[in-house]
């Protein structure tokens, strides 16, 4: 299974690898998962009052991380096109400033200049055309508002990338025949295999329309984090 998928493939494949998403991140980061998505919600520098927007939601932990940073008198909206992740992430966000609804994220159904922030977590990768979905979120975002990016990366140094390696081309797909779904977690590691590296992604964030970008790289280089300011 390679990592260019239909966009119709992907979708049905998240809505059946729902049930499984959230202990399976959790097994496969050792639970780091959440404090990088709070690394990125940090990075939307977002305040008390203000509009966020998370792109490719799925069960929602970056909406919350968002919510909590907007407070009770702000709004985080949260799309995904798989309606079962969104089931998920709507038990979680009980309670919570938070919107949930289906789009395409290389549609997104909101005006220009609607949000003070736009977020993606792990969901970028699954872009069927990247420079457009990034395109979208910069126009649903206020000039000065910001973009971020969480992204899995390749390390091409060892011992890492060796590590990279058998971690995700043997490792996290015999997890996914464990849980039932190989074929899932087949297209998870030749996904971030076609994925750009960090300074090649923020050269698609700059064609977006983005500026002062920068990133970080974390967990020894495989985890990405991107910021951009709309211009």
């Known amino acids: 299974m390679t ?8 979708r049905a494949m998240f809505d059946r690898i729902a049930g499984l998403y959230d202990r399976m991140n959790t097994v496969m980061t050792v639970g780091l998962h959440h404090q990088w998505r709070r690394r ?7 305040g008390p009052g203000n509009r ?9 932990d970056l909406a919350i991380a968002l919510a909590e940073r907007v407070g ?11 309606e079962r992740m969104l089931e998920l ?8 400033p938070i919107r949930l609804q289906i789009a395409n994220a290389l549609a997104l159904p909101f005006g220009d200049d609607e949000f003070d922030a736009a977020t993606v977590g792990f969901g970028a990768r699954n872009f069927s055309d990247l420079d457009r979905g990034l395109r979208e979120m910069v126009r649903v975002v206020r000039p000065g508002g910001r973009v971020v990016v969480l992204e899995i990366t390749t390390p091409h140094r060892a011992p890492l990338s060796t590590f990279f390696g058998l971690w995700f081309d043997r490792a996290v797909p015999a997890l996914g025949r464990a849980a039932g779904d190989p074929e899932a977690y087949s297209y998870l590691p030749s996904s971030v295999r076609r994925f ?10 700059w064609r977006s329309g983005l500026a002062d970008i920068r990133y970080l790289l974390t967990a020894g280089g495989i985890i990405a984090l991107h910021v951009g300011v709309r211009r």
């Open 89 to 96: 992430a709507r038990a979680k966000a009980n309670g919570l």
């Open 40 to 46: 990125a919600a940090d990075l939307a520098a977002l």
């Open 52 to 60: 966020a927007l998370d792109v490719a939601t799925g069960t929602g």
């Open 72 to 82: 009770g008198d702000g709004e985080v909206v949260a799309v995904d096109f798989s």
């Open 3 to 10: 990592g260019t998928l239909e966009e119709t493939q992907v």
């Open 196 to 205: 750009p590296p960090a300074q090649e992604l923020a050269a698609v964030m």
